[in-house]
């Protein structure tokens, strides 16, 4: 080594120094903030993925909520055709006297309901008048949709529940435990006998919460020991609005479509149009946004951060 080398080691050995020790106070700081950079777009993209995911998620349960209650409701009207269909020449005897003037009613603790049997199809227009079997704390303003039809009985299951045994045009209405009376026979007719099912749908509050939200769902009312029973089909449906296509002329021809205040004669119907709106249980993470729904008669509006999808189908009779 020169003089002027040993020099130059003796004036600047700090210099020296640190490039024998590696990265500069600088180097590192930007070297943070790049690895901070790419870790906030990791994590920005992990939080996209995530609500993606989610909104799928919930997308996927309202859809299968809202198949299933299309599935109930289409299901029970299906059924009701046929015992619809009679109501036009149908003759009622029996040891059960019915008042075929009486308006629909349900009451908790009484068996009027069951014995509604001339009423195959009724509802109600976001009320619930006569209808006290449905708490009025639960329940969210929905229609309210009575369905009855026969199922055949090969047996008397049940003394208190209503049965019919029908022959041509003729129908006699009688309790389980009546059955054997002879104002139920048909004497040297081999009559069927059926079991008389009724239900009534609506939408009420389920009694959960998420975040503090009441989570609503689709309930029906069914017979037990000729008493309505409360039992829900599925959650996150928040409303059920109804139209019916009528024939006031027997024409077969629609004359109008009508929510259920305005019917006078249910025999006139001709088709149910169900208008549904389901919802998830949650609120999604995000800002509120504002939707409107025509359905049915009625426009709803919501600001909130849940997700919803609405579903519309028609039943003929």
């Known amino acids: 080594?020169?003089?002027?080398?040993?020099?130059?080691?003796?004036?600047?050995?700090?210099?020296?120094?640190?490039?024998?020790?590696?990265?500069?106070?600088?180097?590192?700081?930007?070297?943070?903030?790049?690895?901070?950079?790419?870790?906030?777009?990791?994590?920005?993209?992990?939080?996209?993925?995530?609500?993606?995911?989610?909104?799928?998620?919930?997308?996927?349960?309202?859809?299968?909520?809202?198949?299933?209650?299309?599935?109930?409701?289409?299901?029970?009207?299906?059924?009701?055709?046929?015992?619809?269909?009679?109501?036009?020449?149908?003759?009622?005897?029996?040891?059960?006297?019915?008042?075929?003037?009486?308006?629909?009613?349900?009451?908790?603790?009484?068996?009027?309901?069951?014995?509604q049997v001339w009423q195959p199809i009724v509802a109600q227009n976001n009320k619930r008048t006569n209808y006290d079997c449905i708490s009025a704390s639960s329940y969210r303003n929905s229609d309210i949709l009575t369905i009855r039809y026969l199922q055949p009985a090969t047996s008397i299951?049940?003394?208190?529940?209503?049965?019919?045994?029908?022959?041509?045009?003729?129908?006699?209405?009688?309790?389980?435990?009546?059955?054997?009376?002879?104002?139920?026979?048909?004497?040297?007719i081999d009559a069927k006998t059926y079991a008389v099912i009724s239900q009534t749908f609506y939408i009420a509050s389920t009694g959960r919460t998420c975040n503090g939200a009441a989570i609503p769902a689709l309930y029906r009312k069914y017979l037990v020991n000729g008493l309505p029973k409360t039992e829900e089909i599925v959650s996150g449906i928040e409303h059920l609005e109804l139209l019916f296509d009528i024939d006031q002329n027997l024409d077969g021809i629609i004359d109008n479509q009508l929510p259920a205040d305005h019917i006078s004669n249910w025999n006139f119907i001709k088709s149910v149009s169900?208008?549904?709106?389901?919802?998830?249980?949650?609120e999604l993470a995000g800002p509120a946004t504002t939707r409107k729904f025509n359905v049915a008669d009625t426009q709803f509006e919501f600001s909130d951060s849940f997700l919803r999808e609405s579903l519309v189908f028609t039943v003929a009779l």
């Open 274 to 282: 169900i208008h549904l709106i389901a919802r998830s249980e949650c």
């Open 1 to 115: 080594m020169t003089l002027h080398n040993r020099r130059l080691h003796k004036m600047n050995p700090l210099k020296f120094k640190s490039y024998q020790n590696g990265l500069t106070l600088i180097e590192v700081i930007i070297s943070l903030a790049i690895a901070l950079l790419v870790l906030s777009l990791v994590i920005n993209s992990l939080l996209s993925l995530n609500r993606a995911f989610v909104m799928t998620e919930q997308q996927v349960r309202i859809q299968e909520s809202l198949r299933f209650s299309q599935h109930q409701l289409q299901f029970a009207l299906n059924q009701s055709q046929f015992w619809f269909h009679l109501q036009s020449s149908i003759a009622y005897a029996g040891s059960v006297t019915l008042n075929q003037e009486q308006s629909p009613s349900c009451h908790k603790d009484q068996s009027l309901w069951a014995y």
């Open 157 to 188: 299951d049940t003394a208190v529940n209503p049965y019919i045994r029908l022959h041509q045009t003729q129908a006699k209405v009688f309790r389980g435990e009546d059955e054997r009376y002879e104002i139920n026979q048909f004497p040297g």
